[in-house]
């Protein structure tokens, strides 16, 4: 049984920074494509970021490039994503995904996943 677990969201002001971890069991961790996904209330979930297999390749949307980044450590089966420069509209629940592909496709942001965890809440204070 796959289990895929966020940890390390929280209350943090306008400007600080977040790190968020992901362990993923079940499943052959460095065969896969892994990504970081948002909803805030009211809103539809969208893509954050998308590292492959290897973490040789990055994307990320265009909200969060340059303050985000995504990073794994295989041996240890876990993802994270640094948050920098947090901005108000960066809250949301902040879940992590499990592609069914090695590598992120060009539609990594809206298609592909095969796992979701079950969030941990960001909220950035103005």
């Known amino acids: 049984q796959v289990q895929v677990v966020e940890s390390g969201g929280g209350l943090v002001q306008s400007g600080g920074s977040l790190r968020l971890s992901c362990t993923a069991s079940g499943l052959t961790f460095d065969a896969y494509a892994m990504g970081w996904f948002r909803q805030a209330p009211g809103k539809e979930r969208e893509g954050v970021s998308c590292?492959?297999?290897?973490?040789?390749?990055?994307f990320y949307a265009s909200s969060v490039k340059g303050r985000f980044t995504i990073f794994r450590d295989n041996a240890k089966k876990m993802l994270y994503l640094q948050m920098n420069s947090l901005k108000p509209e960066d809250t949301a629940m902040y879940y992590c995904?499990?592609?069914?592909?090695?590598?992120?496709?060009?539609?990594?942001?809206?298609?592909?996943?095969?796992?979701w965890g079950r969030g941990t809440q960001v909220t950035v204070s103005s």
């Open positions: 995904a499990a592609y069914t592909r090695a590598v992120c496709s060009g539609s990594w942001s809206t298609y592909g996943v095969n796992y």
């Open positions: 590292i492959d297999w290897s973490g040789g390749s990055t």
